[in-house]
């Protein structure tokens, strides 16, 4: 009988499976002939398989060092219900008392544990390293490997202190196994464990099945995500956010919709977390809203959507969360929420960190940027990125492909590009190549003398915008390499030196703009429908003329996209739009406006969505109802905010979402008239009576060098309040 057989027959003899995924069977055959072996298998490929199956076929126990404590519980309950004996698998952590760890002990001494889950903090115990080293080991396996090296996206100090502790404890074979690496955490890995010379196996990192798409991040991104989650009712989702904050609000502004959602952070109690977690793998809630604390010991393969709030600090980092998605071959999306703000702030937060972790941070952040930004295939981009290369030109399952930019000839750009990296002696990042191309004179390139040089300025004369995606789609088509030992440096292939010599048509797509300039509370939501947006505008516009009023006074643009998204037919549902109250349904046009909308929908056979309203979560609303109480009995707004804990700027932030979203009215008239002297009011007042749009950043520029922006901003909250509610 073959090895072959053997395995296939012990595959189905302890776990039922009568086949192998892809790589297993070797890698478990090359494990069990005592070789090092490094495996980098993608979320779902089935790693733990690879550890779990030899170490039931060898003698001795093997050692499984993992990071996460939930995981290490899922995976023993799994083992011991396969196993005809207690005690096949245990693990040794913080969570177990005296007696608990003297059993584990007991088991593995009498020979019953094969499998010994560790996290690293409990190998390096002195305790442990003492007892471990009696005891007969047959193999070291690192789970979640990528936490060794300081390019990963979550590097654990600890991690480091292995290869010494498995030297102490006694040598045997090493197993290390990441779902995401790229070349150079691939390289520090092997390094730092020994195992330089382990046979490597790299699955595809493709995931045909999942959806990649970015959306600009804008004021409205909670409705955006609630309008999302309606659209996909009742399936399972994972929403990731940067701060524990941000978890907790966005988790109750999905409750207040009606959302069967939960929150989970490091910050709640472990027998909350526990809770939340069973209740989502039970299928009582749908979606949990979480730090990336959540979803690592996780195995749930019927996630269908894994939304970024936030853009995340790497690409390794997205790769491994997005992969929570679709873990069963079915749909999965996979969708981010972008914004150049995010990025600054998270640049941010690295000032006062080491130089060198600063470095490192900065640059993944801008490997996460180039593939927001980028109008390249999202899968193309990806996959580049951990070193694979996808061949197709469209995958036809990402934003940009399915919306594809027009591609322009960039062969001369190409060539610039390549001669100056050459001039720089091929040992600068991209932005250094870049601001030495487009002639501009840094301390930097200064101070290297660069600035003498004949390329220096070659391509200032072209599109600034073209160079970042030439460089990019150069190293996407080989043209390009980044250096693995000093990440970034830009380094030419064979084939960007033939390139050079013998240029040919080299065609690239702009990256897409994010414009932050826009005022999303002003800004339109872009309509589902623009036809009927159009025609709405019209309706307005006639309006406007018949009561003799600017037309944002009669309905904001913002509610104008809504109606037009989600058509409102009766009174009752107009109230639903933002910027619509119990006031505005009142005025004469309201009526005329749900019914133009009721016979639109009938002329065209239109389906309407469920009522999509996005409602604030309870202490926003008390907040509102405090403000308005507080206007009611006169308190001055400037006492308000004290008394709320916020800024004067908050507070009008407020009050501006109280008229212009709730469409409730309010009388500041008494504060005016304590701070502002009354023809200053006028004269604000008279402006926006004759402003077309009531844009508050056009109202600054035409009145700024007359007035405070916050007494702009009050006599425009007096005006919408009185005029448009």
């Not at 979550?154 to 196994?177: H, M, S």
């Not at 959306?215 to 701060?243: A, M, W």
């Not at 101070?447 to 789609?473: M, T, Y």
Request: net charge negative; proline share 3%; with cysteine.
């Amino acid at each position: 009988m073959t090895k072959k057989t053997n395995l296939t027959e012990a595959l189905k003899k302890y776990f039922g499976f009568d086949t192998f995924k892809g790589d297993q069977e070797a890698i478990i055959q090359n494990v069990l002939d005592g070789h090092d072996t490094f495996v980098l298998m993608p979320t779902g490929g089935g790693k733990s398989l690879c550890y779990q199956l030899p170490s039931l076929l060898m003698d001795g126990v093997a050692i499984v060092i993992s990071p996460l404590i939930a995981l290490m519980k899922n995976q023993v309950d799994f083992i011991t219900h396969l196993s005809e004996h207690e005690g096949t698998a245990h693990f040794l952590n913080s969570s177990l008392n005296k007696a608990a760890i003297d059993q584990v002990k007991s088991d593995i001494r009498e020979g019953r544990t094969k499998l010994l889950y560790v996290a690293p903090e409990s190998l390096t115990k002195e305790d442990n390293v003492e007892f471990l080293k009696s005891c007969k080991i047959s193999f070291y396996a690192v789970d979640e490997a990528h936490c060794i090296s300081e390019w990963g996206h979550d590097f654990r100090p600890e991690y480091r202190r292995i290869r010494p502790i498995i030297n102490e404890i006694g040598k045997a074979p090493v197993i290390a196994l990441t779902a995401t690496a790229t070349d150079k955490v691939r390289t520090d890995i092997k390094k730092n464990l020994g195992i330089v010379d382990a046979v490597e196996f790299k699955s595809s990192f493709n995931r045909p099945n999942l959806y990649y798409e970015v959306r600009p991040k804008t004021k409205d991104i909670d409705k955006d995500i609630v309008r999302f989650i309606k659209q996909h009712e009742n399936k399972s989702g994972i929403i990731y956010c940067l701060s524990r904050k941000k978890v907790e609000d966005l988790a109750e502004v999905l409750c207040a919709n009606d959302i069967k959602a939960a929150a989970y952070h490091a910050g709640l109690d472990s027998a909350t977390r526990t809770q939340t977690q069973d209740d989502f793998l039970m299928e009582k809630i749908d979606v949990i809203v979480a730090t990336i604390a959540f979803g690592m010991g996780i195995d749930k393969p019927d996630v269908r959507f894994v939304i970024h709030y936030d853009i995340p600090k790497s690409l390794e980092g997205y790769y491994q969360e997005t992969g929570r998605a679709g873990r069963d071959g079915g749909e999965g999306i996979c969708l981010a929420f972008y914004s150049y703000k995010d990025l600054q702030k998270l640049d941010k937060f690295m000032e006062g960190k080491p130089v060198a972790e600063q470095d490192i941070g900065r640059q993944l952040l801008k490997e996460t940027a180039a593939y927001a930004e980028t109008s390249v295939c999202r899968r193309k981009m990806l996959l580049h990125y951990f070193g694979e290369n996808y061949e197709q030109d469209n995958c036809h399952n990402c934003d940009n492909c399915l919306h594809p930019t027009t591609k322009i000839e960039a062969r001369d750009q190409l060539v610039i590009a390549l001669k100056a990296i050459l001039a720089v002696k091929e040992n600068f990042r991209s932005d250094y190549v870049v601001d030495f191309i487009m002639g501009r004179d840094t301390n930097e390139i200064s101070a290297h003398k660069h600035d003498e040089l004949d390329e220096f300025g070659s391509g200032e004369d072209e599109n600034p915008k073209i160079w970042n995606p030439v460089i990019r789609q150069a190293l996407i088509a080989g043209y390009l390499k980044k250096e693995v030992e000093n990440y970034g440096l830009l380094k030419l292939t064979s084939a960007g030196k033939k390139f050079i010599k013998s240029p040919h048509s080299f065609m690239v797509v702009l990256d897409r703009e994010f414009n932050e300039e826009e005022e999303p509370v002003e800004g339109g939501t872009s309509a589902l429908d623009p036809t009927l947006s159009a025609m709405l505008y019209d309706l307005r516009k006639k309006w406007s003329r018949k009561l003799e009023r600017p037309p944002y006074v009669i309905f904001q643009d913002v509610s104008i996209e809504q109606m037009a998204t989600d058509y409102p037919v009766t009174l009752e549902e107009l109230k639903s739009i933002q910027g619509v109250g119990d006031g505005k349904t009142r005025q004469p046009y309201a009526k005329e406006f749900v019914d133009f909308i009721k016979r639109y929908c009938e002329e065209n056979d239109i389906t309407r969505q469920a009522d999509l309203r996005v409602r604030t979560k309870a202490k926003d609303s008390m907040r509102k109802l405090k403000i308005l109480q507080n206007i009611d009995r006169r308190i001055a707004l400037d006492d308000i905010a004290n008394a709320l804990g916020i800024d004067f700027e908050e507070l009008l932030d407020e009050l501006e979402g109280i008229v212009l979203y709730s469409g409730n009215k309010v009388n500041i008239d008494y504060f005016l008239e304590e701070i502002m002297d009354p023809d200053d009011v006028d004269d604000i007042y008279e402006y926006f009576r004759e402003s077309d749009s009531g844009n508050l950043k056009e109202a600054f520029k035409e009145l700024g060098s007359d007035y405070e922006e916050n007494e702009i901003r009050l006599v425009r909250i007096k005006f919408i309040s009185e005029m448009a509610n």
